[in-house]
């Protein structure tokens, strides 16, 4: 699906010309037309030669004179001075044309994001649109203050660029949403009843985690991966009252789903107003480990998953029993004994559940 463009007109005339038209239909010199309207000859030159607006005063003075209403006058030349922004904007527009460059355009023209058009002004102006800017100068200032803190990725191919478009498109999808005011409370019994649906499929669990995070107050937006973000997930405020989960699928199997999912709330529960990315192979800290050893303490419990990893479980029917134990789907418990190497990371995979993005299926 492509994002359809809305005609804009690509010229515009200036009120004085169709002034200039009307006095020579009535046959009289600019200086007879000036006494009769009570203007300055100097001022009906300078409008009729565009360097002069029509002001809402003047174009008073030409209806009583032509005839021609007010209003037709002052929106002759709103169209003008929109035309001339257009143009100036246009202009500037060519001249970034490099800072373009630095956005997966591409992508977000797929997506729909974007006008699928080569017209780099076009382009230019929906851009600063999504990035929640007026000029490409403010760009700097604005990503700066959207993640202030969050995982270094080790990725050479990772770009903040596209990460920074990446969680733009999350939170115009957050922002479309009426949501309560956050109950941290309410949301850490979301996050309890939500742990039970691990072990269902996504036509069961995206429903009601979706309504389940929205009554506490939190947003959660699935949210497609860009290419160089290498981005599992992102926990951030918006407007700093807002709590925003976003999630990028990335892997595409259960169990780095359902991690991601509640490491990204442990930095809602324990990190109030501080906004994070979690990217792929990233480097931690110590706000990172609190993240996951609250996200392991809610899915299993630390102690639990120790003792169970200390028995070298090697197969699917020890996996699947101590999942039916605990209440996980035995696909998280895999790449929890991974992640601590009790199980190599090529050993057991079937038993994780594999996701995909609609888009991507195909039809039966």
């Not at 309890?192 to 939190?218: K, N, Q, W």
Request: hydrophobic content about 40%.
């Amino acid at each position: 699906m492509t994002r359809k463009e809305a005609f804009v007109p690509q010229w515009a005339t200036h009120p004085g010309e169709h002034l200039a038209e009307y006095i020579d239909g009535r046959g009289w010199s600019q200086a007879e037309f000036a006494r009769l309207a009570g203007l300055t000859p100097k001022l009906v030159s300078t409008i009729i030669n565009g360097t002069n607006p029509v002001t809402p005063e003047t174009a008073l003075r030409l209806e009583h004179v032509l005839g021609l209403k007010a209003y037709i006058w002052t929106g002759l030349q709103a169209e003008w001075d929109l035309f001339q922004a257009r143009e100036r904007e246009r202009e500037s527009a060519e001249r970034q044309a490099d800072w373009l460059k630095q956005f997966p355009v591409k992508e977000l023209k797929a997506c729909g994001r974007l006008p699928d058009t080569r017209d780099i002004g076009s382009l230019f102006g929906e851009m600063l649109t999504m990035l929640g800017i007026g000029t490409a100068q403010a760009y700097d200032a604005r990503i700066g203050s959207l993640a202030v803190h969050h995982r270094r990725a080790r990725s050479a191919t990772a770009s903040p660029h596209h990460m920074y478009c990446w969680l733009m498109l999350g939170e115009e999808q957050a922002r479309k949403r009426e949501l309560p005011a956050y109950d941290g409370e309410r949301f850490l019994r979301s996050c309890a009843e939500i742990r039970s649906l691990t072990v269902h499929g996504p036509d069961v669990f995206e429903p009601r985690m979706l309504e389940l995070c929205h009554s506490a107050g939190v947003a959660l937006v699935f949210q497609k991966p860009l290419s160089k973000t290498c981005v599992f997930g992102s926990a951030r405020w918006m407007n700093d009252e807002r709590p925003l989960i976003q999630m990028s699928l990335r892997m595409k199997s259960n169990d780095h789903f359902w991690w991601t999912f509640f490491h990204e709330a442990a930095h809602i529960v324990l990190h109030r107003g501080k906004n994070f990315v979690d990217d792929q192979n990233g480097e931690g800290d110590g706000v990172e480990a609190e993240a996951d050893a609250w996200a392991e303490e809610v899915l299993v419990g630390r102690e639990r998953i120790e003792s169970f990893a200390t028995t070298s479980p090697s197969t699917r029917q020890e996996v699947t029993a101590f999942a039916e134990e605990v209440g996980l789907h035995p696909g998280i418990v895999v790449g929890m004994l991974q992640h601590r190497h009790a199980v190599p990371f090529n050993q057991l995979n079937d038993l994780k559940a594999r996701f995909a993005w609609v888009d991507e299926v195909a039809p039966a």
